[in-house]
Nanobody, 115 residues
């Protein structure tokens, strides 16, 4: 049974940093693409960052230069390092892991950026 468990969310002041983690189980993690999405109140879920096959990364324009996605296949974990956080980064952040038509989501972790 595939499970994804996010952690690392919380309240942070503008300009601060957080690191999100997503621990995966029940899969051969290294063969899956991994990504982070977010959903702000009243808005649609949007892609934040993804590591595609071959290891290349893609980022939303709004987070380029501030966020970094990485993975540790030995720990079955994907990370999102978030720096220079802004109030508009406030959202529930979801981990996504997929391969072909298979697509799995975590339950999300709340990030609130506020002074």
């Amino acid at each position: 049974q595939v499970q994804l468990v996010e952690s690392g969310g919380g309240l942070v002041r503008p300009g601060g940093s957080l690191r999100l983690s997503c621990a995966a189980s029940g899969m051969i993690f290294s063969t899956y693409r991994v990504g982070w999405y977010r959903q702000a109140p009243g808005k649609q879920r949007e892609l934040v960052a993804v590591i595609v096959s071959g290891g290349s990364t893609n980022y939303a324009d709004s987070v380029k230069g501030r966020f970094t996605i990485s993975r540790d296949n030995g720990k079955n974990t994907v990370y999102l390092q978030m720096n220079s956080l802004k109030p508009e980064d406030t959202a529930v952040y979801y981990c996504n892991v997929g391969r072909g038509v298979m697509d799995y989501w975590g339950k999300g972790t709340l990030v609130t950026v506020s002074s």
